[in-house]
Nanobody, 132 residues
């Protein structure tokens, strides 16, 4: 079973930057078959898909992060990254890495947001706190 481990969460001031990392291990499929993504959940708020990336480079971003966040992956390292720039207090949340095989980024975004239990895997999360 695919296991995902996130890292890189921290406390930063508004306007700052962070890069989150997620490393995968195990799994039924080769890593490249998984569409990889990030979702977040702030305390008292609903879960939100943030970004998703298929191995062919196709991406989808939430409107709230477009132009500020960049998702990337390194299949040789079983890794996916989320570069976050111009952070805002409303970006404060627990960030989770997620994977679903053989789907596109739009589908993964919907699954992360509405049907988390349908994911092939998600990690335990890494906390991002942005202060004003």
């Amino acid at each position: 079973q695919l296991q995902l481990v996130e890292s890189g969460g921290d406390s930063v001031q508004a306007g700052g930057s962070l890069t989150l990392s997620c490393i995968g291990s195990g799994g039924k499929y080769t890593y490249s078959r998984y569409c990889m993504g990030w979702f977040r959940q702030a305390q008292g708020k609903e879960r939100e898909g943030v970004a998703a990336l298929r191995s062919d480079g196709t991406t989808t971003y939430a409107d709230s992060v477009k132009g500020r966040f960049t998702i990337s992956r390194d299949n040789a390292k079983n890794a996916v990254y989320l570069q976050m720039n111009s952070l805002k207090p409303e970006d404060t949340a627990m960030y989770y890495c997620a994977a679903e095989a053989d789907v596109g980024p739009d589908t993964l975004m919907a699954t992360m947001t509405y049907r988390r239990n349908a994911l092939n895997a998600w990690g335990e999360g890494t906390l991002v706190t942005v202060s004003s």
